[in-house]
Nanobody, 119 residues
Framework: QVQLVESGGGLVQPGGSLRLSCVAS????????MAWYRQVPGKKRELVAD??????NYGDSLQGRLTISGDNAKKTWYLQMNNLKPEDTAVYYC??????????????WGQGTQVTVSS
């Protein structure tokens, strides 16, 4: 089994920055891709950014204001968000495409971390 645990969310003023972290644990052979999604009540979960083999891809909503990075050896990835706006308020989820000793590839999700942008 694989567990993903996010941290780093919280309350930040407009224009501020936050760095989210996600740590994976379990019987992991390889993390094939890492990603961050976000969701607000009543809306679909949307891709914020993902990284595969070191290549990052960003969703439209936070384009130019964030950086995703990952350390496969540490089974950790990060989302640096800058110049945050109130509309960025959401629950942010980390996601990973993981190969384990018992399954070829499977998607896993963290429990989510709340980001609130407000003055």
């Amino acid at each position: 089994q694989v567990q993903l645990v996010e941290s780093g969310g919280g309350l930040v003023q407009p224009g501020g920055s936050l760095r989210l972290s996600c740590v994976a644990s379990g019987n992991i052979v390889n993390i094939n891709a890492m990603a961050w999604y976000r969701q607000v009540p009543g809306k679909k979960r949307e891709l914020v950014a993902d990284i595969t083999f070191g290549v990052a891809n960003y969703g439209d909503s936070l384009q130019g204001r964030l950086t995703i990075s990952g350390d496969n050896a540490k089974k950790t990835w990060y989302l640096q968000m800058n110049n945050l706006k109130p509309e960025d308020t959401a629950v942010y989820y980390c996601n990973a495409d993981v190969t384990t000793w018992s399954a070829p590839r499977q998607d896993y999700w963290g429990q989510g971390t709340q980001v609130t942008v407000s003055s």
